[in-house]
């Protein structure tokens, strides 16, 4: 049964960083892509970053050049490094998983992937 577990989230004045942690258990994780999605009080989960199996890497705009993606398959974890924090990145985080190999592109739709994690909670104060 393939399980994902965020971990890391917590409040964090503007300015500062966090780093969210998703376990994965279940499937061989280093041959999926895996995203990053965010979901604020009153709007639809958006993308935030994602990483093919090959490492290729793929950000919103909104977060380009403040969060890093990155796997590590050893620990069959994937992190989002946030740094600058800003108060609109308040929302839970959400980790998801695509388990079909052989896919190279980029996946940045909620509908692309077929596993999801609970969501880990960051909030920003300004």
């Known amino acids: 049964q393939v399980q994902l577990v965020e971990s890391g989230g917590g409040l964090v004045q503007a300015g500062g960083s966090l780093r969210l942690s998703c376990a994965s258990s279940?499937?061989?994780?280093?041959?999926?892509?895996m995203g990053w999605f965010r979901q604020a009080p009153g709007k639809e989960r958006e993308f935030v970053a994602a990483?093919?199996?090959?490492?290729?890497?793929y950000y919103a705009d909104s977060v380009k050049g403040r969060f890093t993606i990155s796997r590590d398959n050893a620990k069959n974890t994937v992190y989002l490094q946030m740094n600058s924090l800003k108060p609109e990145d308040t929302a839970v985080y959400y980790c998801?998983?695509?388990?079909?190999?052989?896919?190279?592109?980029?996946?940045?739709?909620?509908?692309?992937?077929?596993?999801w994690g609970q969501g880990t909670q960051v909030t920003v104060s300004s």
């Open positions: 990483i093919s199996w090959t490492d290729n890497t």
């Open positions: 998801a998983v695509r388990p079909r190999t052989g896919i190279t592109r980029i996946l940045t739709g909620v509908y692309d992937y077929d596993y």
């Open positions: 279940g499937l061989t994780f280093s041959s999926y892509p």
